[in-house]
C-alpha cells in the first residue's frame, strides 16, 4: 500500500521562529504534492502545492521538494499562533488518488 | 468566494439505517470527490467522479457506498446499511478542470453517527 509518512508531533515552536514540517512517501510514481492546513474540527485548506523538484516560496511559506528521496517539506517562517494547526502532506500517486498523511500537528507558542 | 457546501452537518443514525450525504460542489468545477476522516485518524480518500460517473474508488468503497449527481448542482454519497464502523466526519471536496489535480476546495464535512 501506497503511503505518506510524517511524523505526528506535536511540534512546538515559539512565535516568529521557523517551523519544517516534513513527509515521506513511498509511492516513486508520485508526480505532484500538497500540504494541507487542517484546524481541529475543520476541513483541510489547501496551502501549497508542488510538482517539481527544489523550493516553491509563497509569502511566509516555502515548500521542498525531493523526488530522488522521496521527500517533502514545509517551511513556515515568522511562525504566528494562527498558524497553530495540523498540517497534512498529501500525495497523488500512481493510483490517481490523492493520499493523505497522518498529519503534522504544530503549536505556535505566543 | 465560492464554496463547497454540506448536509446535514451532523447526522445520528442507527446501524443497519440508510444515510445520505449531501454536497453542492463549486459551480464551475468539474471533479468532484468524497473522503472521510474517523476521529483522530488520517484523510482517507473514498471516490472521485467526473463526467457523471466514478473516475477512481478506494478499497473502502465498497458495495455499501454509491454517489449520484442527482442534478446540475447536488452530488450525494449513500451508504446503504450503516455499520458502526462508518462513524466518522464525511468530507466533500471539488476541483476545477478536467485533469485530476490535488487542488481540492473541501466543504465543512458532515460528521456521521451510528449508533
Known amino acids: 500500500q501506497k503511503e505518506v509518512e510524517q511524523n505526528s508531533g506535536p511540534l512546538s515552536v515559539p512565535e516568529g521562529a521557523i517551523a519544517s514540517l516534513n513527509c515521506t512517501y513511498s509511492?516513486?510514481?508520485?508526480?505532484?504534492f500538497f500540504w494541507y492546513r487542517q484546524y481541529s474540527g475543520k476541513s483541510p485548506e489547501l496551502i501549497m502545492s508542488?510538482?517539481?523538484?527544489g523550493d516553491k516560496e509563497d509569502g511566509r511559506f516555502t515548500a521542498q521538494l525531493n523526488k530522488a528521496s522521496q521527500y517533502v517539506s514545509l517551511l513556515i517562517r515568522d511562525s504566528q499562533p494562527s498558524d497553530s494547526a495540523t498540517y497534512l502532506c498529501a500525495v497523488i500517486g500512481s493510483a490517481r488518488q490523492l493520499t493523505f498523511g497522518s498529519g503534522t500537528q504544530l503549536t505556535v507558542l505566543p | 468566494e465560492p464554496e463547497v457546501t454540506q448536509t446535514p452537518s451532523h447526522q445520528v443514525t442507527q446501524m443497519g439505517q440508510e444515510v445520505i450525504l449531501r454536497c453542492v460542489p463549486i459551480?464551475?468545477?468539474?471533479?468532484f470527490y468524497w473522503y472521510r476522516q474517523i476521529l483522530g485518524q488520517k484523510v482517507e480518500f473514498l471516490v472521485s467522479f467526473y463526467n457523471n460517473e466514478i473516475s477512481e474508488k478506494s478499497e473502502i468503497f465498497d458495495d455499501q457506498f454509491s454517489v449520484e449527481r442527482p442534478d446540475g448542482s447536488n452530488f450525494t454519497l449513500k451508504i446503504r446499511s450503516t455499520k458502526l464502523e462508518d462513524s466518522a466526519m464525511y468530507f466533500c471536496a471539488s476541483s476545477d478542470g478536467t485533469i485530476l489535480t490535488g487542488e481540492l476546495f473541501f466543504g465543512e464535512g458532515s460528521r456521521l453517527t451510528v449508533l
Open positions: 508542488i510538482y517539481s523538484n
Open positions: 509511492d516513486r510514481g508520485s508526480q505532484s
Open positions: 459551480s464551475n468545477h468539474l471533479y
